[in-house]
């Protein structure tokens, strides 16, 4: 028989999204629809550990949906990797009567939730939330579409200028394992080149390709790269490569960095982070544990917290063909 769960406990861990706080507010407003207290857990694994709580009501979560970051805070905690560590944030899960957690974050937050509830058999339900979109099980993460928007903003505002100067612009963005956002930014951007993890695209190829920009008359061109292609050891290699074998080029590099994270969610963000928190939360009251919830073929479904870590994501195939014409 499933514990009857009259208390759940809500944390964010690993690196923040835009939605994240949207999940939040719906995690404890769906609590405050069923009748069940909700406790916010600052920085995540580690405010477990410390016992860092507090309740929240739904007027408690006023105003957040808009706001990008997390309101409860994010910090990656060495101590939970350690059994001691578990044990600690365990006792001070059943001291504050927390029966249940809705974990938000990716791949480690995960894990942890997973390795959590095997020692302790305490009901876990995750919330896919990371701007680069690489988790196993659902189309879209929270953040994933708000950075999109993020990037193609920037990379338009990039072209201005390189029109203006008949530059070529190598523009960086997150993405160490998964190309994502390059490609689709990258098609929704108008991008010359795209380069991802996924697809080893070759310097030659890439000369080439820039050579082929300049000759059909494009007087400036757009490279969007993601930060874990493996055609340079870096992108300011890269630049250097392409200035020594295509003098004729004027070459700019532009790092998004950490301004792709940040932002005000998009509609599309908080909608879906409405729609998985309700899903986690009512997950749980009906006896369910060890799932992340997601959306398949637009649907909220779950998927096993051990696939959405393992399972890999892989990158549309039909979107390369489609930014290869858009190239022409």
Known sequence: MPKTIKKVGVLTSGGDSPGMNAAIRSVVRTCAYHNIECIGIYRGYQGMIEGDFKEMG??????????GGTILKSARSLEFKTSEGRKKAHENLTKAGIDALVVIGGDGTFTGGLLFNTEFNFPVMGIPGTIDNDIFGTSHTLGYDTALNTVVDVIDKIRDTASSHNRLFFVEVMGRDAGHIALNAGIGAGAEEILIPEEDLGLDRLLESLQKSKASGKSSSIVVIAEGDKIG?????????????????????????????????????????SRLGVKAVESLLEGKSNYMVGLQNDKVALTPLEQAIKGKTMI??????VSDIMST
């Open 316 to 321: 549309d195939r039909e979107l390369l063909r």
């Open 233 to 273: 050891k870096n992108v300011f290699e890269l630049k250097d490569y392409v200035e020594a074998n295509l003098p004729e080029y004027d070459v700019r590099v532009s790092v998004l960095g950490h301004m792709q994270r940040g932002g005000s969610p998009s509609c599309f963000d908080r909608v879906l982070a």
């Open 58 to 67: 739904p007027r408690s979560v006023n105003n957040i949906v808009n706001k």
